[in-house]
């Protein structure tokens, strides 16, 4: 009962009113409703201007869902939070729109390690290696420009073979939004690597257990 109001006044503790950058990432764990059954714990982790790294609130439900991130946020602003310079996220289809109707001045990065996910997922084994060296080219270029020319490139290289890929990368507006940020911490804004260190010591304190018989025990 004491671990519960620590719950509360947790989740309802004031935020700072501006954080440089807030990662958005989700990791699942079980949990029984009448079955078991993994559910998503949505997480966001803010950074404060000067750079002290705290979870800001996390919101459970069956899967991810944009209408929790939704509901999130605006839990993030009633408690204090106007204005966050980045947001980082792992690519959920529309969470984009969802952070912008809530921070509309944000800028958004995309998860560069979510999106070579993908892409592998979307082309055949022997081409993996092949098309995820090149993709590497485009993102650890020294700046925009040149991964610009890179991306071009990548995407006239595999654009007869695997057009979804191209379309796919060619559309994302959000992909190399971390270029308009010091090189010195590029390489911890175009991934969403700080939450999911937070999330693999989620996983290693739950994973005593199988499943929790209630979403309030997985709280505890």
């Not at 004491?2 to 699942?28: E, G, H, M």
């Not at 059954?37 to 991810?64: F, N, R």
């Not at 654009?159 to 990368?169: G, R």
Request: hydrophobic fraction near 35%; glycine fraction near 4%; charged fraction near 25%.
């Amino acid at each position: 009962d004491q671990v519960i109001v620590n719950i509360d006044k947790f989740k309802s503790r004031p935020l700072d009113k501006q954080y440089s950058v807030i990662y958005l990432d989700a990791t699942c764990i079980p949990i029984r409703r009448d079955i078991v059954a993994k559910e998503a714990i949505h997480i966001a982790v803010g950074v404060k201007m000067d750079g002290y790294k705290e979870i800001l609130g996390y919101s459970i439900a069956p899967t991810e869902s944009c209408v929790i991130w939704d509901k999130l946020l605006k839990d993030l602003q009633s408690r204090g939070l106007e204005q966050v310079l980045l947001f980082v996220t792992d690519g959920l289809t529309g969470v984009e729109n969802t952070i912008l109707n809530n921070f509309p001045k944000a800028d958004i990065q995309r998860c560069i390690v979510h999106v070579a996910i993908n892409i592998s997922f979307k082309v055949r084994v022997k081409d993996r290696s092949d098309i995820l060296g090149d993709f590497k080219e485009v993102y650890t270029a020294p700046n925009k420009n040149e991964a610009i020319v890179k991306l071009n490139a990548f995407c006239a290289k595999w654009e007869s073979i695997y057009p979804k890929v191209t379309t796919s990368l060619n559309q994302n507006e959000y992909l190399l939004t971390f270029y308009n940020y010091p090189e010195q911490i590029r390489s911890s804004i175009y991934t969403t690597n700080l939450i999911e260190g937070i999330n693999k010591q989620i996983k290693r304190k739950t994973k005593r257990k199988e499943q929790f018989p209630s979403e309030g025990s997985l709280e505890k």
